[in-house]
């Protein structure tokens, strides 16, 4: 049984998808105005553990990640400048090449966290019509007003505003700091539709005006296009909630009159040495940023695991650094398997194994099963590694279960196991025995017998290089 924290309830709940089996899911996808950073992908990364769990878990899941290219303004108080074109003017080139380059460059990024692609990346440039019409029905409605081209969301006509974030309208009454725009009846509403100024070079024709649409709109849109008017989970970090996520509540639910999102999942900060990441304190990191510093994606990965999603992760090199030599651990650990489970056919699985197996699995999905808590799942990985290490070596009738075994759990992990073995099923018996023993030898700390290995295998052909993602191999051209 699957428990999610729900921040529209404030709790831990079971989770019941609306329709058997299937489920629905909503992940805020990235603005593409420059480089998602490291906070980001944490968020991402979260949604992709949780959809890879559910479909581990037997569920269909249909997964939606919409890609910002307009809209989306320096402030959240709908002041400022849109955020792709003013990096189009910093940069002299079309906001549209801009857009498309991020994507690009976000979505190779994702691929290099092995994050599962969605089955649908709308963009919102793509999908401007659709959101005219709704701003018209809000407006028909009374859920909405125009004035001066600009059309805004009256949030008094919502009673149940502040219901995700806590921010009521009674709250923002009394606590109201915002300069109140001069075409808003109140200081908190919010732009669905917003009147190009003269140099504005993405714009569109609506009725109201020559224009653009507002950030919030865009997420209820495309969520309801491909998803339908009521969706089971909505994912994004906590930053949010308020205004983004306490909007498209708002609007969506006056449009339709029926519940927006069953279950929110928001994942917490991610900290740079305790401190918040910002290009001005010079703590702000990119996934191609510790790439060039020689971290694994990998590892940046386990790193995220071995926090829970809603705690805080503060990162820093000493973490990363740990993460990427357990995640060496693990690596090695499954291409042992792998390479010892080739030596012997047939068998029957020894007791103490399937035991240990067993143990490990239920742990796991017990883990899983409780808000996602992916430390004890990873924690209980390292320790059935520890045990397994502790035996005799391992003949195939051993080691091949524990091989598939690891395979299995990494469905939910995602640490790409699948990817570092199947350089290995097509080496020379030969070459898989003076590797295994390599590896039992450096685990002994005996690195000049793991040298002496290291010749007999270059002697017959192969390079052999110590990597994070598992050792790897490749055969030596003859010289012509």
Partial sequence: ?????NTLTKK???FKPLHRGKVTMYTCGPTVYDYAHIGNFRAYLTADTLRRFLEFSGYEVKHVKNITDVGHLTSDADTGEDKIEAAAKKKKVDPYEISRFYTEKFLEDEAELNILPAQKYPRATAHIQEMIKAIAVLLKKGCAYEKNGNVFFDVMCFKDYGKLSGNTLEKLKQGARIEPHPDKKNSFDFALWKKAEKNH?????????VGYPGWHIECSVMSMEYLGETIDIHTGGEDNIFP?????IAQSESLTSKPFVQYWVHTSWLLVDNEKMSKSRGNFYTLRDLIKLGYSPMAFRLLVLQSHYKNHLNFTHAAIDAAQEGLQKIYDFTEAMLLSGEHKKGGALPKLIQKLINECEKKFIEAMDDN???????????DFIRKVNNLTPLRHKEAKPIYEFMLKIDEVLGLGLRETGK???NLPREIKRLVLERERMRKEKNFIRADELRLEIEKLGYTIQDSPRGTKLKKINPAK
Avoid at 244 to 248: F, I, K, P, Q, V
Avoid at 372 to 382: S, Y
């Fill in 1 to 5: 049984m699957i428990k999610l924290y």
């Fill in 12 to 14: 831990k709940e079971e």
């Fill in 201 to 209: 070079i993405m714009h569109w024709e609506s009725p109201w005006s």
């Fill in 244 to 248: 983004h996520h306490e909007d498209e």
């Fill in 372 to 382: 996602l808590n992916t430390p004890q799942a990873v924690a209980a990985v390292f």
């Fill in 423 to 425: 350089q290995q099923t």
